[in-house]
Each structure stands twice: as structure tokens, then as C-alpha cells.
């Protein structure tokens, strides 16, 4: 694992020169979910396949970018699946972005996610990885090297709200809940970058990530393997909680398709089990 995190230090620091130089404008094709995909994410997409080409416990790669499972080394023990620019149309107008990686041992689902891992690219450069029985630890980039800052725990309570999804289209459980939640004094923090709004909540001590089901998206917008996974297992290790519409564990899941979505929720306990009550789900 110390090897694919290594490695995945390599690409962040290609990636934020990537972000940093290059043309930030379309290119002419689309992605899988039918997205017209930025010269950007071509190139970010481009820089983890090679990085990884050379790792032989990698078995296979599955990009947010590309249709279909990338074989890479047969002897290898994970599969990883990832996006390599999440948010990525927020690169022109200078907010942060950032890298996901869950990485896959045997069947692509849940419960065989062994390891996850971000990076953010803002101010600076930050990496955060997660391993079974261990708590998340965050990074700093200085001078091209990752330094340990801390391990990351949330409290049980936070004050931060991002709610994600067209409110237009918000159910009305779901608005009642939100709405719930700005009169209880929590503040609005949503940039529309799922890497830096989760990554808020989790170094602030808490509050709740939520993209629900909404009328013009039942399954929410978020991807299973690249995106929602991945999270879930960085706030469970960090003492949250991940669930989604059906108050289910996201790290239940079984994608049908790599790249099928889920609604989801992440955050601390207490605003996890108030969004439990407010959808009538078992706390
Ligand atoms: P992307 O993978 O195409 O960049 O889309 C994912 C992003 C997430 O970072 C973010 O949480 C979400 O889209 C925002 O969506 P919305 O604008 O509907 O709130
Ligand atoms: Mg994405």
C-alpha cells in the first residue's frame, strides 16, 4: 500500500502542474456519463495510467474517464478505481479540486475497498489516506515531499452544512431536513467540489456532506467506485458515518456498472442520525 501512496504523491505533484500550466479549456470528446470532457481531465487521466503502469501490484485500472477496465499487471493484488480530477470545471475559475483512488481488492464493490485515498489541490497541496483499522492521515505538500500533519477524527457534532443536488429538485423531506439544519445554526459551506467540501467537514470537526436522490436525478450524481465509496470509508474510519437514500451503509454497495451512481450522506453522528429520523430511517 506504502507503494500506491507513493505513487499517487507522484501523480498529485504532476497533476497540480497539470492544473497550474495547461490549457484549461475542452477538449473535443465526452466522458462515459456522457460529460464533455476538459483538455484537463484528459491530461489528469493520462498521468495516473502512466503512473501506475509501472506499479505491478496493480492489476487494473478504472478511470471516471474511460468506459471499461484497464488490465494493467496480472500478477498484481488491486484493482483501483479513480477520478483523476473531480470538480474539474471549477479549475477556471481558480477554486480547489482534487484526485479520488479507492483501491479494489478482488470483486469491484464496498466491502473489498482496502484503501482510499484524496488529494486537494488549493492554496497547497493535500493528500489524505485511509487504511482498515487505522484513522485517516492527512499530508501537506512542501518542496515536493508529504509531510505527516495529523491523524484526522471527527467529532460527534459539527457545524458545517453542504448540501449538493438542485435545490429545485430536493425532495421535501430533504429540504424540511436542510432547512432543519440552518435554523439549528449551521453554517452553508458548499463549493460544488466534493473533494474540498468533504475535506472541510472532516479537518472542522463535522457537519454533513449530502447529494440526496433528487426528481431529476433519483440516483444522485455521484459515482459508486470513484467518488462515493472511496469518501465513505475515509468518514467511517474517521469515526462518521456514510449511508445513502435507504439510511444503508454506502459501503454496502455493489455496483451493478462501474460507473453507477448512489445517493449519498456523509458526516458526523449526530447530523447522520438527525437526516436518519427526518427520512424516517432506522438510527
Ligand atoms: P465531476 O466528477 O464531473 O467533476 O462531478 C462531481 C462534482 C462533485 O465534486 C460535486 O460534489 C458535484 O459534482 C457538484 O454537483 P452540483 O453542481 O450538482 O452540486
Ligand atoms: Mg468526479
Same mark, same amino acid.
Given at each position: ?13 504532476? /497533476? $497540480?502542474?497539470? /492544473? ?6 475542452? @477538449?473535443?470528446?465526452? #466522458?462515459? @456519463?456522457?460529460? $464533455?470532457?476538459?483538455?484537463? $481531465?484528459? %491530461? ?7 503512473? !501506475? ?41 481558480? *477554486?480547489?479540486? &482534487?484526485? /479520488? ?10 466491502? #473489498?475497498?482496502?484503501? @482510499? ?19 485517516? %492521515? ?6 515536493? *515531499?508529504? #509531510?505527516?500533519? @495529523?491523524?484526522?477524527?471527527? $467529532?460527534?457534532?459539527? %457545524? ?21 439544519? !440552518? ?19 472532516? *479537518?472542522? &470537526? ?15 450524481? *455521484? ?16 469515526? &462518521?458515518?456514510?449511508?445513502? #437514500? ?7 454497495? /455493489? ?29
Amino acid at each position: 500500500m506504502l507503494t500506491i501512496f507513493e505513487t499517487i504523491e507522484k501523480i498529485a505533484i504532476k /497533476i $497540480d502542474h497539470a /492544473i497550474k500550466t495547461e490549457d484549461l479549456g475542452y @477538449s473535443d470528446t465526452e #466522458n462515459t @456519463s456522457g460529460e $464533455d470532457q476538459l483538455k484537463l $481531465d484528459v %491530461k489528469s487521466d493520462y498521468i495516473v495510467e502512466e503512473a !501506475f503502469k509501472n506499479v505491478s501490484i496493480v492489476k487494473a485500472l478504472v478511470s471516471e474517464e474511460k468506459e471499461g477496465v484497464l488490465a494493467l499487471h496480472d500478477e498484481g493484488k488491486y484493482t483501483i478505481c479513480y477520478d483523476p480530477l473531480d470538480g474539474s470545471s471549477l479549475a477556471d475559475v481558480n *477554486l480547489s479540486v &482534487g484526485s /479520488i483512488f479507492g483501491i479494489y481488492e478482488g470483486e469491484l464493490k464496498a466491502e #473489498n475497498l482496502v484503501a @482510499s485515498a484524496y488529494v486537494v489541490y488549493g492554496p497547497r497541496i493535500e493528500l489524505v489516506t485511509a487504511t482498515r483499522d487505522a484513522k485517516p %492521515k492527512h499530508y501537506r505538500a512542501q518542496e515536493g *515531499l508529504f #509531510n505527516f500533519i @495529523s491523524e484526522i477524527s471527527l $467529532d460527534e457534532k459539527g %457545524k458545517l452544512n453542504a448540501p449538493g443536488g438542485t435545490q429545485q429538485n430536493w425532495s421535501k423531506v430533504h429540504k424540511t431536513f436542510v432547512d432543519g439544519l !440552518f435554523a439549528e445554526g449551521y453554517r452553508l459551506r458548499y463549493s460544488g467540489g466534493m473533494v474540498p467540501d468533504l475535506h472541510q467537514i472532516l *479537518l472542522k &470537526g463535522g457537519g454533513i456532506f449530502s447529494y440526496p436522490g433528487t426528481s431529476d436525478k433519483p440516483n444522485g450524481k *455521484l459515482r459508486q467506485l470513484f467518488e462515493v465509496i472511496p469518501f465513505a470509508f475515509m468518514y467511517e474510519q474517521a469515526g &462518521g458515518q456514510a449511508i445513502s #437514500n435507504e439510511g444503508v451503509r454506502l459501503m454496502e454497495l /455493489i455496483p451493478a456498472h462501474p460507473h453507477d451512481t448512489s445517493p449519498c450522506f456523509f458526516g458526523s453522528n449526530y447530523e447522520i442520525n438527525k437526516l436518519k429520523e427526518a427520512y424516517g430511517m432506522k438510527v
